[in-house]
């Protein structure tokens, strides 16, 4: 049996906001954002909720896949941004496609969420437990931004992103050949976001105020440099393949200049690293699914492409899978 990725789909808010639009709401220029990070625009919702955003994400790669919502057994969505803490954006999920047949979870991986949902999806697929998973990245990530923190409110975006992740027979080809993860929880206060505050009958807390995202920037950059050519090495290695033997390169859309660095580091043509990080910013975890929905969709990906997809963010987490389409 292989276990491949069937089906593609991903949604972006209607909202476009280009770094012009932001310089008029805070002190920034287009200048600074794109020399730092590549970035034009990001589309932020306006009406849209993760739950919707991957229903309609999740529906595009059902039809690619040829999968029904009664066919689905598994949903991993994962995410950090959710409409609900309870219920799970995956049970609302299954709710919106009427998927009654699926057990539904999230995973809580950041920007490394839809690699570390591929990983989980693979291995109930291997034991056999399920035939067919939905795995989903999606984030709101613009209500998690301090909006006053110039510094890093201007890099993220909303968006969603879904593949079908099914057993197939071997003539359907090879599939996902490895898959690498890794944690560095000791570094976790580089990028970070506080749960709610601690009140209960026996503890007052002067904590009023809603957490959102902080981080260190140039500690998140180095870490990135040095983490995402390890892991696709790592990933690369135990296919038993080459770099060269790579058609594409899906990796985080965390910054043009890391993407860069990535590819000097492996020695690797840029042409090989596709990006829509100038149109959507970070996705956190929807940016790899909706990039490898972006690439499958304008035809880029033949069958036996060999392809890499690798995130990196908070946590600090890591992962990377090789795969034949
Ligand atoms: N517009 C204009 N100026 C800004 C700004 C903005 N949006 N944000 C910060 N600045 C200013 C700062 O106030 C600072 O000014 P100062 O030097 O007068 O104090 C200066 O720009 C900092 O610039 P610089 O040191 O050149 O920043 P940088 O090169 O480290 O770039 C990041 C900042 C965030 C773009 C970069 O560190 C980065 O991309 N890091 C990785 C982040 C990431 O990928 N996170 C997600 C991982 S999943």
Known sequence: ??????????????????????SEIMDTSDEWIQTRTGMKARHLVTEETTTMMSAEAAKLAMEQANVSAEDIDLIIAATISQDYIIPTLSCEVQRELGAKNA????????????????NTAYSYLKSGQYQTALILGAETLSKMMD????????????????????????EEGIGI????QGSDGAKGMVLACKGRPVKNPYVETEEE?????????QEVYKFAVRTVPKAVKEAVEKAEVTLDDIDYFVLHQANIRIIESVAKHLHQPIEKFPTN????GNISAASVPILLDDINRKGLLKKGNRIVLAGFGAGLTWGAAVLTW
């Open 209 to 217: 105020r809603m957490s959102y995202v902080t981080m260190d920037g």
């Open 103 to 118: 057990v539904a979870f999230d995973i809580g991986a950041a920007c490394s969420g839809f690699l570390f949902a591929l």
């Open 1 to 22: 049996m292989a276990i491949k990725i069937c089906g593609t789909g991903s949604y972006l808010p209607k909202h476009r906001v280009t770094n012009d639009d932001l």
């Open 147 to 170: 909006w006053e923190d110039r510094s890093t409110c201007v890099l993220f975006g909303d968006g969603a992103g879904a593949a079908i992740v099914r057993n197939m027979p071997d």
């Open 277 to 280: 990080l100038q149109e959507c």
């Open 177 to 180: 050949e490895s898959l690498v």
